[in-house]
């Protein structure tokens, strides 16, 4: 059963950049797609961004568009996300997300993902 642990996250201004990382273990996540999803207080968990599984198709929310760019490294069995001009709409506990084995293909939905990290917490300071 594969694991999932994201790190990265923290404390950043206004205007600022983090890259949060997500580490699998347990299984190659290289034959499934992979997302980045976020909750904020008092709201639903909600679509960040998703990556196919060799990295060739993206998609982003509409509110990330431009300043967060989703990459994974296969041989590292590592998923990544940049963000860059940081929003304080943007704090949130962001999670990564994998799909089942051989579900390629992107997914904005969260009930697509079969595994969850625990989250980790990104606070933009105004």
């Known amino acids: 059963q594969v694991q999932l642990v994201e790190s990265g996250g923290g404390l950043v201004q206004v205007g600022g950049s983090r890259r949060l990382s997500c580490a699998a273990s347990?299984?190659?996540?290289?034959?499934?797609?992979l997302g980045w999803f976020r909750q904020s207080p008092g709201e639903e968990r909600s679509f960040v961004a998703s990556i196919n599984w060799i990295g060739m198709t993206t998609r982003y929310a509409e509110s990330v568009k431009g300043r967060f760019t989703i990459s994974r490294d296969n041989s590292k069995n590592t998923l990544y996300l940049q963000m860059n001009n940081l929003q304080a709409q943007d704090t949130a506990v962001y999670y990564c997300?994998?799909?089942?084995?051989?579900?390629?293909?992107?997914?904005?939905?969260?009930?697509?993902?079969?595994?969850w990290g625990q989250g980790t917490q990104v606070t933009v300071a105004t």
């Open positions: 347990g299984r190659t996540l290289g034959n499934s797609a």
């Open positions: 997300a994998a799909r089942g084995t051989l579900y390629t293909e992107i997914s904005v939905a969260p009930y697509d993902y079969e595994t």
